[in-house]
């Protein structure tokens, strides 16, 4: 991952590494991502509405999905990313050969995300199951 990041960096159109920080972080397919709009954005509620060949979801934002849009310019377009999604595989096809990465295509960035995200709900579900027969071994209940 730092390796591919390293070469985003030094792309010349600054929005794709932070298109595909996004795509990482979100777990949305290239195509969701760059038909989102702002006003399928919701910054309060950390949710973001996409539209996708499966329909439309809507998904929960993390921290840094939510630092990355607000700091994002508004474009008059209403896009989110505005970039021709032409340009965003050929910078993404060139880091990935500088980076050495093989056959790694966008796509794979889903299945990274994705992973990244059961892992995480696990490992809460672990902490949460801990502090459950930990208070039923000391006696606890929630209403202490």
Known sequence: ????FAELDKCRNW???VLVRFALETGARRGEILSLRWKDIDLTQCTA??????GARV?????LAVTLL??????????????PVRSLRQAFERAVARARLGDFVFHDLRHC????IARHHQHHAFQQSRRTATDTRLGGTDSD
Request: glycine residues 6%; positive net charge.
């Open 70 to 83: 607000q700091n994002l310019p508004r474009s008059l377009s209403g896009k989110v990313f505005s970039i």
């Open 15 to 17: 929005i794709v590494p």
């Open 1 to 4: 991952e730092s390796l591919l």
């Open 113 to 116: 995300a994705l992973t990244r």
């Open 49 to 54: 509405r996409l539209d996708g060949k499966t």
């Open 59 to 63: 998904i929960p934002l993390s921290a």
